[in-house]
């Protein structure tokens, strides 16, 4: 069905705008609307268009539907037909029941009766009228009265109000309605909206009557006026026809959203980082995603999990015929994305070298050169979009005006134009590129707009300098040696540089199920994760990173109240507890997929396996003589302490599993990879000899052979009192705690591949952990099962996986958390040090093995 309706541009890109929404209600009248006008309103049927469209956008998830309409409820249900999904409202806003009708009070119902009774008298002398008597109200329809009697009947239908008293008169099309409760279709409209919890709503109407309704549009609100005749609604279509194709049109477009389709895959998503904060650009230079003044600030762009209402940062060129190249530049985190008559340079400044400095400003600097014609679109939205964004125009550029930290974008030569959007407002402009490069520069931290005492070619190589000079003192394995080097680089830039402490992932809330609840807020330190991102980079020979979150971790629990046994699994780059999780609900997730959360409620649970990382990574720092100190030996014993004091409880293990805690075989083994790292540190190290760390690792080793091996599985389970498979289980061979040739492990590495993997990914467990839906395959899980499988002797098939592993890196080389073999998407946040560091970990051993 063809219409005007998609033809009007304007139109079109509110409908994309409304179709990913958090919450959406979509609201309509129903004669004129949903149903063609007709002479006999009992023959008002709705368009079988209509009907579908309403009943496909109500069973999607996070949408409502809601028919609001002057007839009588029991008439509006018997004539649309539609299902329990819609919201049914009857007699403008009265009647939300059924059975509202049987309630009424025995003075409403007289009240009724003598209007019904003076209407019939008022209106027998007056051919083609007819009555439509609801519970509180009466409709005096005069389609079919002669013009030149109507306002004779009207005069008349007045006077009988005015004689009855309390009696509310509102006109419409073709009809003139006598109200006994005076509501109106607003204040319905915004009952249904408080009752769905909507954040944003569409109503569509053709009535006199349905303005009452567009007056309570706000915001992100739609109003789209059916036909002729004045209104505030500020869109317009033709006719109920319209109404469905325009219907049909949002499903479509929410349904697809709702799926992940016109949304950026994550893995081609590359970051840009100054050690303080990090950018996620897409493939056509759009920044999506930026947190300031540091990595778990709040965002000033948040379109990466709230779409383009949420903020973003975009150039393009003017003709977008020709889809665009993008790679990093060199070995750097400088970003460069081309057409044929534009390029796109980008990165974070990092040209004084000193990531380590607590206050100091971020600059993201974007150099636009060519031939061609681009439009530059600057749309900050403050704390994820939900404090209103002023944009203020001044000598040089633009200023946020009302941002908490001072915020600029120096843009000299650029003349920008500014709209307002909803509560927020937004720059653009259009630049020829013949009248030479624009350089742009996002200034947060300050409100100066003066140049930068170097120029921007000489800021870039800096910034360049910065990056490579340190891959330059790497030792490289022959293995996928450019893919190594960009995780390592990539493992670098998650370094908080002026703490130490070193990120899981730069994102929040990308979801390990598309559409789903699994959604967490990674931009923290988990001392796990950082201990393992920073052991891959020893192993490369940079071991800086290492030394400086041991610092931080020291810091830690110098500050804390409590001693190293309750050290909780993760904090902020600053050392602090976390804020109490929460969920931003205006933002409605990466496609769809809700909530958009911050913080993260693990910080809370009990993770014993946090203590083997660290040792494991000091033990590794020993073997490379790098500089450990008295600090480091009483951080060795405050840890194999720890262990000792609590290594037989139960925890959340290393999935941090939302339900009661268990034995977990993984827990068990790095408590025992703890004591035997210990051992050997004080021995080689620091001279020294600790005969009872033996015992208590011997202790360990024979608990977890004891509890943690099934032999009606064949294989070391996830905990001590299931069956369930998990592949962290792999650590008891990975980690030497058995041999490599142990037929135990042998069969546990059998196991985990023929149940948990499937294709290029291994998932962690396939067990009900108490969430809904499925996640994907666990990449680090894949680089394990690699590992292992050279361990048992099964190095062809390593060979095999690792090279399937490196297919799902991203186009400049980044890896998000998971992977689901079935749809062959990246999920989870990205990129993830976890998938990397793996990575970095599988070359190595498999470069080893040609030595």
Excluded at 56 to 74: F, K
Excluded at 123 to 139: H, I, Y
Excluded at 189 to 206: I, Q
Excluded at 722 to 751: H, K, Q, W, Y
Aim: contains cysteine; glycine residues 8%.
């Amino acid at each position: 069905m063809e219409s005007a309706a998609l033809l009007n541009k304007q139109l079109d890109d509110r409908i994309n705008q409304l179709a990913r929404t958090p919450i959406l209600l979509v609201a309509c009248d129903y004669d004129g609307t949903v149903a063609p006008i007709v002479d006999d309103p009992m023959k008002a049927l709705p368009l079988r268009e209509t009907a579908v469209a309403l009943r496909n956008l109500a069973t999607l998830p996070h949408t409502h539907v809601a028919v609001i309409s002057g007839r009588s409820l029991r008439d509006l249900a018997m004539l649309s037909r539609l299902p329990v999904e819609v919201h049914l409202v009857g007699s403008h806003g009265t009647e939300f029941d059924i059975d509202f009708a049987l309630d009424l009070d025995p003075d409403l119902r007289d009240h009724r009766r003598r209007l019904v009774a003076g209407l019939h008298d008022a209106c027998d002398k007056f051919d083609g009228v007819t009555l439509e008597k609801k519970p509180t109200s009466v409709a005096v329809h005069y389609r079919r009265v002669a013009d030149d009697q109507v306002a004779s009947l009207l005069a008349d239908v007045v006077a009988v109000a005015d004689q009855i008293g309390d009696v509310t008169v509102r006109h419409g099309k073709m009809v003139c309605e006598l109200l006994l409760i005076p509501t109106n279709k607003g204040e319905a409209l915004t009952t249904v909206r408080g009752s769905v919890g909507a954040s944003a709503v569409m109503f569509l109407g053709d009535d006199v009557t349905d303005e009452d309704a567009f007056l309570t549009l706000q915001g992100p609100d739609m109003g789209v006026k059916v036909g002729d005749g004045s209104t505030i609604a500020k869109y317009r279509i033709g006719s109920p026809d319209d109404v469905a194709v325009l219907l049909a049109t949002l499903c479509a477009r929410r349904s697809d959203w709702l799926a992940g389709a016109g949304v950026t895959a994550i893995e081609d998503h590359s970051m840009l980082s100054d050690q303080r904060t990090a950018a996620l650009v897409t493939p056509d230079a759009r920044i999506s995603w930026l947190c300031v003044p540091r990595i778990d600030s709040s965002a000033i762009f948040a379109e990466l999990v709230g779409g383009p209402g949420s903020g973003h940062f975009s150039i393009e060129p003017t003709d977008t015929s020709s889809a665009p190249t993008q790679s990093y530049v060199g070995d750097t985190l400088i970003l460069r994305t081309s057409w044929p008559a534009v390029t796109v340079t980008d990165y974070l400044d990092c040209s004084d070298g000193r990531p380590e400095r607590i206050s100091g400003r971020t600059d993201l600097v974007r150099v636009i050169e060519g031939d061609g014609k681009a439009r530059i679109e600057f749309a900050p939205r403050l704390d994820f979009g939900r404090f209103p964004t002023q944009l203020e125009v001044r000598e040089g550029g633009l200023e946020v005006v009302n941002a908490s930290d001072l915020v600029v974008l120096r843009s000299p030569g650029v003349s920008w134009n500014i709209e307002d959007a909803g509560i927020h407002q937004t720059a653009w402009a259009e630049v020829d590129l013949a009248d030479g490069p624009i350089t742009l520069e996002l200034r947060c931290g300050t409100a100066s707009m003066r140049p930068d005492r170097s120029d921007e070619p000489s800021r870039r190589s800096s910034t360049a300098d910065y990056w490579s000079r340190w891959v330059e003192k790497l030792d490289l394995p022959d293995t996928a040696t450019d893919l190594v080097r960009r995780s390592a680089l990539t493992l670098r830039a998650l370094c908080y540089g002026p703490t130490g402490a070193i990120l899981a992932a730069p994102t929040t809330s990308l979801p390990e199920f598309l559409g789903g609840v699994r959604n967490w807020d990674y931009r923290y330190c988990w001392i796990r994760d950082a201990s393992l991102t920073a052991a891959a980079l020893v192993r490369l020979g940079s071991i800086d990173e290492a030394m400086n979150l041991l610092d931080w971790l020291l810091q830690v629990i110098e500050s804390s109240d409590t001693g190293p046994e309750r050290l909780s699994p993760l904090y902020t780059v600053n050392g602090q507890q976390l804020p109490p999780e929460a969920t931003i609900e205006e933002l409605p997730g990466y496609a769809g997929s809700r909530p958009v959360r911050v913080g993260n409620a693990a910080d809370h649970q009990v993770q014993l396996d946090v203590f083997g990382p660290v040792l494991e990574l000091i033990h590794q720092l020993g073997e490379v003589d790098a500089p450990l100190s008295a600090r480091h030996w009483r951080l060795v014993e405050d840890l194999v302490g720890a262990v000792d004091q609590r290594w037989s409880e139960p925890d959340q293990g290393i999935w941090e599993i939302r339900a009661a805690p268990r034995h977990h075989v993984y827990s068990k083994v790095m408590c025992w990879v703890s004591v035997d790292r210990a051992i050997d540190i004080a021995e080689t190290v620091f001279g020294r000899e600790r005969p009872e760390w033996k015992n208590l690792r011997d202790m360990i080793a024979a608990d977890v052979l004891s509890n943690g091996w099934k032999d009606e599985v064949g294989a070391f389970t996830a905990a001590y009192d299931g069956t369930d498979l998990d592949a962290s289980v792999l650590m008891v061979g990975l980690a030497g705690l058995v041999e490599p040739d142990d037929p135990r492990f042998v069969s546990t590495v059998n196991s985990v591949e023929s149940w948990l993997r499937d294709g290029p990914t291994v998932y962690r467990y396939k067990h009900d952990d108490g969430l809904p839906g499925e996640e994907g395959g666990f990449n680090l899980m894949t680089s394990w099962l690699i590992d292992a499988k050279i361990l048992v002797g099964d190095v062809p098939a390593a060979r095999d996986l690792f090279n399937q592993l490196t297919n799902l890196a991203g186009p400049t080389g980044l890896m998000a958390e998971e992977y689901d073999p079935v749809t062959r998407r990246a999920l989870g946040n990205h990129p993830q040090a976890y998938s990397h560091l793996g990575l970095i970990h599988n070359a190595c051993n498999i470069s080893a093995l040609r030595g």
